[in-house]
């Protein structure tokens, strides 16, 4: 089957566009939803939109052959982060924290990339997350390869120790919250949980030192709780850490 041009949504050329994974593949098969035939059964919350199982992921027209070559560097370089690598060398291991160091510049890029595609995306399961202006600024990063600094776009990765035969076996858009007046973007992927602020300002520096450090130092939080109840927490501690500045 041949496809009409359209227009790619990272480098805006008018291409043949690949049927590109919205959420990277090496969650599903880590996930081990796919059945033998490597296809995926879509979980929803609502059950009118329970679709018959799909092959290979959520997919949607939105890349080049280029630009989608972009992005699996950088997915196959975060597969080997969080699933298990020799290569990446884990300093802490505690109860409550992993820490590893790695390639800031492709790691940092890879997030960039999952909030940039769960933003565009014009399926049901991800249309709570809103980038507004920010989807623009997200797509030129992407396009130029430049990570920003620590703060820009900052997120914390937190892996909930508890319920983990359910959250490790789910890919759900969780939608926006607020924290420390910022707006967030929620996602469950394959065990872990993505807090991503949209904004380079009013980060307290609490928050700022959870993030992927430029220096390549990178924190995954291990709680015991609900994601959820983490982030209220979280929400909470910094209001009453500095009230004035939600006047
Ligand atoms: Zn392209």
């Not at 496809?3 to 919205?22: D, G, R």
């Not at 990063?141 to 892996?159: A, N, V, W």
């Not at 490790?168 to 919250?177: A, L, V």
């Not at 709680?223 to 909470?236: E, V």
Request: net charge neutral; aromatic share 10%.
């Amino acid at each position: 089957m041949t496809l009409k041009n359209a227009e790619c949504q990272l480098c805006h050329k008018s291409e043949n566009l690949c049927n590109s994974h919205i959420i990277p593949e090496f969650f599903y098969e880590q996930m081990k939803l796919y059945d033998n035939k490597h296809r995926f059964n879509v979980l929803s919350t609502e059950p009118a939109r329970h679709r018959p199982t799909e092959q290979k992921g959520i997919r949607e027209r939105l890349l080049c052959k280029q630009c989608e070559g972009k992005l699996s560097a950088w997915e196959n370089y975060a597969r080997r982060v969080l699933y298990g690598d020799e290569s990446i060398r884990i300093t802490t291991n505690k109860p409550k924290v992993i820490e590893c160091t790695i390639d800031y510049k492709i790691f940092k890029l890879f997030q960039l990339s999952l909030l940039w595609r769960v933003g565009i995306s014009n399926q049901d399961g991800f249309s709570s997350v809103k980038l507004g202006e920010h989807g623009d600024g997200l797509r030129r990063m992407l396009f130029d390869e430049t990570p920003g600094s620590t703060e820009s776009y900052g997120c914390i990765i937190l892996y909930s120790t508890v319920n983990t035969e359910i959250t490790s076996n789910m890919i759900h858009c969780m939608g926006m919250s607020k924290v420390d007046s910022v707006e967030c973007a929620r996602l469950l992927l394959g065990g872990f949980f993505w807090l991503f602020f949209l904004s380079e300002s009013a980060i307290d520096p609490r928050q700022k030192e959870l993030f992927l450090q430029d220096s390549g130092h990178l924190r995954i939080l291990k709680i015991n709780q609900d994601p959820n109840d983490y982030i209220k927490k979280l929400a909470f501690d910094l209001y009453h850490s500095n009230p004035k500045k939600f006047e």
